[in-house]
Antibody
């Protein structure tokens, strides 16, 4: 199982960008996926999750409106689009796979290495 | 909003048992997972559904959940267990993480 994130970097406040995560090593359309971010020296903060069929999408209440998650079944990838980035969005963004058959409240059983987003003028 | 509270740090001597707690309102109504994160690395799932170990996780790691408190126990603690441990649950279609506990083995 591999999850490889990309798309981070240094951006200015107010910019928009899309983070991507390409997956391999598992049957893509059987698993839910999520994005979790971690600011330097802080604990993880969940951002968003999308179900295996894209029928269910969830966002952290504090982030609703600026973040959009989607998945591409042809490319086995999941994306996170962020509008109007803010300094507080600065973090390492992880892509993670939800555990199948781990209950209706699935944990994340595999994580990528993350892509760093830095928002600064 | 729902919150999970963890002690910032726990210290243990090598070979002893480390207990890391996670407190949340009626937490035993929910499933709790635990992650280990070593410096510079991605989190690793060590316990899910309160007490189940994923494949590859040593039997030294165990979990429980009762009342308002979930506990991760690491028996026979080794220096390699030094890491930050996070608890996690779902509440109202939202994923919640605890603030993390830094485990020091000394």
């Amino acid at each position: 199982v591999h999850l490889v994130e990309s798309g981070g970097g240094l951006v200015s406040p107010g910019d928009s960008l899309t983070l991507s995560c390409v997956t391999s090593g598992f049957t893509f359309d059987r698993y839910g996926l999520g994005w979790v971010r971690q600011a330097p020296g802080k604990g993880p903060e969940w951002v968003s999750s999308i179900s295996s069929t894209s029928s269910y999408i969830y966002y952290a209440d504090s982030l609703k409106g600026r973040f959009t998650i989607s998945r591409d079944y042809a490319k086995n990838s999941v994306s996170l689009h962020i509008n109007s980035v803010r300094a507080e969005d600065t973090a390492l963004y992880y892509c993670a796979r939800e555990c199948v058959n781990c209950s209706a409240s699935p944990p994340f059983d595999y994580w990528g290495q993350g892509t760093m987003l830095t928002v600064s003028s | 909003s729902y919150e999970l509270t963890q002690p910032p740090s726990v210290s243990v001597s090598p070979g002893q048992t480390a207990d890391i707690t996670c407190i949340g309102e009626t937490l035993d109504d929910k499933y709790v997972s635990w992650y280990q994160q070593r410096p510079g690395q991605s989190p690793i799932l060590v316990i899910h559904q309160d007490s189940k170990r994923p494949s590859g996780i040593p039997e030294r790691f165990s979990g429980s959940n009762s009342g308002n408190t979930a506990t991760l126990s690491i028996r026979g603690t080794q220096p390699t267990d030094e890491a930050v441990y996070f608890c996690q649950t779902w509440a109202r279609s939202t994923v919640i993480f605890g603030g993390g506990t830094e485990l020091t083995v000394l």
